[in-house]
């Protein structure tokens, strides 16, 4: 009886606005045991890029949260650069209406926002957006990335679909 009841607490504590899980649409890569099934870009001769996110949290200011991580390998001859201001997350409901846009609070690790990845190196970081509507109202994003080659700017979208366990969510 006392398991059934942590059980229920537990499931309780995962309700749709404090938690939340999404996973990629699309190029799905999970040979990389670092990284939770992301998304993978090869940009033939510039570099190989990871989109993931771990889902939505309630940040440490009682505000919804959620993180997009991205992992850039410069596999070119020349340093790259990610463009962290042009960086930029749409949310959607469930019937594809646009909701109202997240403000990236932090990219981390902290630094400048444009970050330069060199020849040869592998850089990681997570962008956490904070949210003006609750996590449960979330059912899909779009993250919008950019890193610059030179004079080339190398713009990609990936989408992600909440899939949350339903029994945990209720539905």
């Given at each position: 009886?006392?398991?059934?009841?942590?059980?229920?607490?537990?499931?309780?504590?995962?309700?749709?606005?404090?938690?939340?899980?999404?996973?990629?649409?699309?190029?799905?890569?999970?040979?990389?045991?670092?990284?939770?099934?992301?998304?993978?870009?090869?940009?033939?001769?510039?570099?190989?890029?990871?989109?993931?996110?771990?889902?939505?949290?309630?940040?440490?200011?009682?505000?919804p949260m959620t993180?997009?991580?991205?992992?850039?390998?410069?596999?070119?001859?020349?340093?790259?650069?990610?463009?962290?201001?042009?960086?930029?997350?749409?949310?959607?409901?469930?019937?594809?209406?646009?909701?109202?846009?997240?403000?990236?609070?932090?990219?981390?690790?902290?630094?400048?926002?444009?970050?330069?990845?060199?020849?040869?190196?592998?850089?990681?970081?997570?962008?956490?957006?904070?949210?003006?509507?609750?996590?449960?109202?979330?059912?899909?994003?779009?993250?919008?990335?950019?890193?610059?080659?030179?004079?080339?700017?190398?713009?990609?979208?990936?989408?992600?679909?909440?899939?949350?366990?339903?029994?945990?969510?209720?539905?």
């Open positions: 009886m006392r398991t059934l009841a942590l059980l229920g607490a537990f499931l309780l504590a995962c309700t749709p606005d404090t938690t939340s899980s999404f996973r990629s649409t699309e190029r799905i890569d999970s040979q990389d045991p670092e990284l939770p099934s992301p998304a993978v870009y090869d940009l033939a001769g510039v570099a190989r890029v990871r989109v993931w996110s771990t889902g939505g949290y309630i940040g440490t200011s009682d505000d993180q997009i991580g991205i992992a850039v390998e410069n596999t070119g001859k020349r340093p790259l650069v990610f463009d962290g201001d042009a960086a930029s997350l749409a949310l959607y409901d469930e019937a594809g209406a646009l909701l109202p846009a997240p403000q990236l609070a932090v990219i981390s690790p902290l630094g400048p926002s444009k970050i330069t990845i060199a020849p040869g190196a592998r850089t990681t970081l997570e962008l956490h957006y904070k949210l003006d509507v609750k996590l449960g109202r979330v059912a899909a994003m779009t993250a919008r990335w950019t890193l610059i080659s030179g004079k080339e700017r190398i713009a990609r979208t990936t989408g992600f679909v909440r899939d949350d366990e339903p029994a945990l969510l209720g539905r």
